[in-house]
């Protein structure tokens, strides 16, 4: 049964929960998580920004021109992604 994906409210392409800014923001404890009421591109992809502003702190990703670089954020946006990729390494 192929799984129904949301899609990104910036871009309307499916988003899997790997890339879901929601889910890694909760990861993360981002106190701006609740906020976040649809489901978006956590990375970029293909014609969609994704969420530059925390997607800034995986190694490789530009920086977001609109939220300066905050080095204390790295780790818990890094780990938060790391955690979001382990449910789509083990399906």
């Known amino acids: 049964m192929k799984k129904i994906l949301p899609l990104c409210d910036k871009c309307g392409k ?3 929960p ?7 923001a909760k990861l993360a404890e981002d106190p701006r ?3 976040a009421a649809r489901t978006r591109h956590f990375l970029s992809i293909d014609g969609c920004p994704g969420s530059p ?3 800034q702190y995986i190694e490789g990703q ?3 021109p609109l939220r300066p670089y ?3 954020q790295e780790e818990k946006w890094r780990e938060a992604y790391r955690k979001a990729q382990l449910p789509a390494r083990e399906e």
Do not use: H, K, Q, Y
């Open 18 to 24: 790997e890339n879901d800014m929601i889910i890694i």
């Open 14 to 16: 499916p988003v899997p």
């Open 62 to 64: 530009p920086g977001d």
């Open 33 to 35: 998580a609740p906020l």
């Open 70 to 72: 905050d080095p204390t």
């Open 53 to 55: 502003s925390r997607a």
